[in-house]
């Protein structure tokens, strides 16, 4: 048992309200558990210099987390005048994945800004970002549809994310926490599709080595996650639903 | 009459959510109309270098703005590695405010930070975050009352921030919106005690300048904007409300 | 009787001395007793990014004292990598009073840059800046009208900034030295046109609070201060004076 | 076919140079092919502040690369002002596969700084970084046996790093060059123990999706190379490849 | 004939104003034409940490120009935030230049802040802040030796520095202004002693190169025109001149 | 007899291996006795903002040591996010010494990039860096001959550096090592054509001074040094040593 009472295998309870923020062309905030994260998706016309001139689109990802989302306050990055290098690896992390479902030749030379900003932190942070995220984006893109700025829902399938790990009992866990973060040997972030292929899968033992069954568990416990925050996000987006897949990634969509 | 509906001399609905962040000693969500600051308390047991030794507190504050908290997205200052001189003016007046309504001397060595990151933003985002601080700082006192690691709630008086202004056509406004304040031609922030003493003023007209009269007029208006104010922090403060006062400031009080 | 043996409402000796430095188009040494700020305005034939195709000018200002202006040594923000809150505020400051007497549109697309450095400092540079940055912006513009690139004086009113405050004993006082301004419990920076308009009022109590008589009492002594700084602008600026006020401040003028 | 005749499953040339640099602790140049990485590791007689007082070491890494290392000139980190994402994802991947392998109870309250600086780059600099780094560490950690500072090698077990990916055509690869890599549709790292144990596994898809299968595939591939590299890494440390596992991680190892 | 009607072996008129800022242990407004430096010399007791537990002092330099001290204005090092190259080699060739005639021994740890500020430039600003800052070191010791905080002047002679260089017509000139300076194929600095000893020579040609007899003949001016300026340092600094040498320069006086 | 048994006239062993990485237009390492720096020539197809439009090149230099090149490990310049003084005195120092051998009206709008990074210390690391960059530049050069990009080699003579100091015995020394420079009571770094001018001299006495004799005979010495590393030069440039000086050094050639 787990010290929130979960099984294994089991997510802790994910919200997903739309709509968050009033600004933006899509916006949400995602909890999964005590973890919360707003996501706000900004479209703007123009791509970043290398991209220019190639007829297509660029998206790109920020993450922060406030001061005092955590249970000891974080000196504010702003503050230190530099991102440490854990925020850079997560917000690149957040950028590859959305750029893996999103057909980038659909949206024409625009940048999708997504700005994850966690407000509460309990563990998965970077997970919650990339869930909330890809249902930010949709609401976005919905929006360019409605104002007729592109002709096809670009994003080419669902995608997720969720954590997996090893108890210092040596149980694979599913979706852990941050006090089962702290004491976990192995951690893992997987990235997939809602066909279930992988778009990323970042597996780090620092105390401890795994072994290829080990790492078969926790794929394993990641697929099924997966499954679920799939079908949250398609309670969320409703209608939406139906015109994810409608534009197939293809091989020249990459930059 | 006002875009939004208002009378002249008429506040947006404030609301002020307490605890809204789990892990901060002092939390609220302060809303003023369509402007939401998440203001958290922390409290640090050490004071920066210049106070060490006095057996004396101190309170600092920092302001953000998600990126896409207003119309434009804004570029993230992590990213610029910069803080704006906005965001500086604004938490050193933050700084300022509530220091001048706390007792350094009852709260020991301790820093209390004060984090305000507003996460949608329509005008008045600083007076908001006053408003907001002085309830989370009361908060987090009443937190270190009850371990009893102070004696007396060390907060002399009530305090609260509203802005005032001028439109174009000359009326004089109580609680600018962002389309409001972007047109005014004289912006003025007051900050001011629940006895009615002034703490801050800072009024400025860029595009136009402005009488002892019309002077006379804003601070009127501000100052009943402000017993509004104050009335709504009462109802969220319930019983911490009568503590309020019970130190009285000294003048050796002063950092 | 005042440590300098001045009366309450009595200014230091005042000094400008104009055409101090060579290069500037306009250049003052400005004196309020031992302060001392040199103040160079620099006409630069372009606006910045956010101004350019509107056809009219910006004007903009910078602010430093040279690291032993003070009793004790200041690192020095260029060693420092970063320009303090102190700096930025002073700055946007200084540019706001000289930006709110002068038509813009009468100037072409030009920034005027204004350099304060405060080379000795004993309380009020910031008010001595702004009063002698007046008079370096007329020696500038009275240079551009001379090659025939102005066709006006597009100043339209004359501009003086004071400090007063309130000292422990709570006496109101008019125009601080460091020593007052260092135990001073309110301190008040009052920006002023020859008309005896307000352009900018920065009131901060950090000790203590005051009551609405106390302001109207040190805003009458910053008007009597006012006066006199006017009067002694208009002897240095000799015939140029007539022609502040030819331009009309329109409302288009604002950026 | 590959581009340089290799077969999908096969490494380029790896060549190790001991002793590369004569001031460091421990000195090697590692080649894979045509990928050059000096990795020097210096040893420091104290630990950062988060780790002082528990009587333990630490094990810290940096990379870069000359500007002309790549086909392209890169502008200089130190130039820029600030380390990039990428770089600091390689850096801390580094220092995380080495301590993963080290006992840090064993090196006292001792910092190793282990530089990777690639002096010529064709694809696979982080696997050559860390597969030589290794080297470098355990030269390091021999130099202070020699001198008594340490009783035993603290050194677990072997550990090196092999990348893998998915060509255009859909084959498995191991050790992908430069040119292999900017076409690959999938890119993988892992990095394994001498026991076959994995320590990290870092695969991306930016423009493609992967299987379970072909995740095998890639896993198979990188055991394979794994064992090749183990053995040129023990036939460079000759006598000290017998007392590599003479410490065995211990749980209470972690920081 | 030079432009300013000198001859070739003529310095420009050189006058050193002691005092004249009031804050600083010693201050002087030098004047080499209409070159002007403010070169403030503070104490402060103590030394950085390369140097404490020695028994002995320090001398730093800094050095800036106002942004208008030259004809075109310069962005300030302040608002870059970085200091440039330029700025760095002359703030350590003054630094270097003041500990070659002063007895660190002598003056306990303390540092000699020594800065020296541009305020109107015309070629020779580093050459005139070498000269000024001597004399404001001097002046500043002297007041540690009427608080008796040191026993002895610990200056052991006297220390000028003076430009020559080589015009497009082959002339050796000594003291260029800006005008010639920008026109000069070589360009020479040289600090010497009171004794005639060389500190330090810095020549560069970077259109041209230099024969041995052109050195010849540069040094030889420089020497010259070092006889005058110690000249003139010794009739401002009075009856401290015989303090000067009263310490002599020992071995073990270096850093 | 110097500690590594060299006469005082004596060069170390030096060493010049052309074409070290593959990437850059021109590359050698060169060993000055331990000393070793890999000196890279790239060339850029534009030139800075400006020197645009003048039909004209420009060379600038880059300079870094490995953190461990030197006895102690240095923080990356990288990490510390600025570039010290004394590196920006070297880089500008190898980039005026190439300016002044090269005719850059013949190379058009390029720039030329050179980097020199040292990857072992012992001494002499400014002058073995202008020396191996100098045959760098020649290797990039003959390149874009050989592609009919120039049509002369633009290198108007040979060019070389070298170091000269006192001990502390009083003598005079060639190409100082790192434990003699450490001790050297005056320290002179020599640039010289191959037809024996002058282009750099930069000497400097920290604690000592040096007399007119003695600067003769560290410069009799510089000159006899320049003449054995301009044989070693010839050496290694083989065909091209006669293509240098078919182009002669214009006075419009300079910036």
């Known amino acids: 048992m787990r010290n929130d009472q979960r099984d294994y295998n089991e997510l802790r309870p994910v919200n997903i309200t739309p709509d968050y923020i009033k600004h933006p062309e899509g916006s949400v905030l995602i909890e999964f558990g005590d973890t919360k994260v707003i996501c706000n998706a900004s479209i703007e016309d123009r791509v970043p210099p290398f991209m220019r001139g190639q007829g297509k689109g660029w998206i790109t990802a920020e993450y922060a987390m406030l001061p005092r989302a955590t249970e000891q306050r974080n000196i504010r ?3 230190k005048g530099k991102v440490s290098g854990r925020t ?5 992390l957040i950028g590859r994945a959305l750029r893996s479902v999103v057909d980038l030749n659909q949206i024409g030379e625009r940048t999708v800004w997504v700005d994850c900003d966690v407000i509460q932190a309990d563990g998965g942070t970077r997970t ?4 909330g995220a ?22 080419t399938d669902f995608m997720a994310a969720i954590s997996v790990g090893i108890s210092p009992d040596g149980t694979e866990l599913l979706d852990l926490n941050y006090q089962e973060d702290s004491v976990a040997t ?27 069954n080990q790492l078969q568990t926790m794929l394993g416990l990641a697929g099924e996650g997966m499954q679920e925050l799939n079908s949250i996000q398609k309670t969320v987006l409703g209608d939406m639903t139906n015109r994810i897949g409608e534009t197939r990634k293809t091989e020249e969509d990459s930059p």
């Open 77 to 79: 990055e702003s503050s």
């Open 88 to 92: 850079m690896e997560i917000q690149r």
């Open 128 to 131: 919650a970002s990339i869930t």
């Open 134 to 155: 890809f249902v930010a984006v949709v609401l976005a893109f919905n929006k360019l549809l409605h104002k007729k700025m592109i002709k096809k829902m670009p994003v």
């Open 186 to 212: 192995v951690d893992m972030n997987v990235v997939m599709t809602g066909a279930g292929e992988f778009i990323e899968i970042q597996g780090t033992g620092e105390e401890a080595t795994f072994s290829g």
